[in-house]
């Protein structure tokens, strides 16, 4: 999937006042929680379905999500929309999910929920307990999104990247991406609204779960 749009406010200069920290905190991580539990819920329900159905629900979740951007500045509909999809993306997922599930067994999806449950709380902590600030990064972190991006599309055509290579770049980028997000909450949130940062931090869970998957998927078929 690997996308995510460059949305938050330079580094340094807020936008709108900030909400205090802990009450930021925990909006978000409730926003982005119960979003991956929609998530999860219509990758279930969806399991079966084709690739064809997962490619057009990846195309409509794309759309929902430049739609958020559009209207950021309505928290009531952004959020109706953030949960839209959320639940998109699973359907865009489920046909993924299923193959790992019929190739390997559940095993290897829970392993990489788990895997990505207790890193994205590591990383955060992490930020929380040292102050880490990686923002000043936050646009080296941006070409590298987009340079993934283009080695996928090419890679596609061009088969000269192994998947497990790809995988392993996507969680690094990713993994680099959740402390810059991190970092902007605990520093009151850059002026984004609680419904944009929950969408960064669901997207980087998003992407570093299915990275794990293809990691963990590729262990499994070498042994």
Known sequence: MAYRFQSQAPYGRALA???PTHSLLAQVLGITALGLCVTALA???FQDVGPGIGLVAMIVGFILLLSIYAVRQNETLSLVLFYAFTF?????????IGQYVRAFGPDVVVNAALTTGLG???????????GLDLRRFQGIFFIALLGL??????????RFLHPETYAWLTLVIFSGLVLIDFARLRAG????????MATGIYLDAINIFLALLQIFGGRRSSD
């Open 189 to 196: 949130g850059d002026g984004l609204t609680p419904v944009l």
């Open 120 to 130: 994205m709380f590591a990383l955060a902590a992490i930020v929380y307990a040292t």
């Open 149 to 158: 991006v283009v080695l996928g599309i090419v890679s596609i055509f061009v």
């Open 43 to 45: 990758a279930w329900l």
């Open 88 to 96: 998109a993306e699973g359907v865009g997922i489920a046909p993924v």
């Open 17 to 19: 006042p900030a909400t």
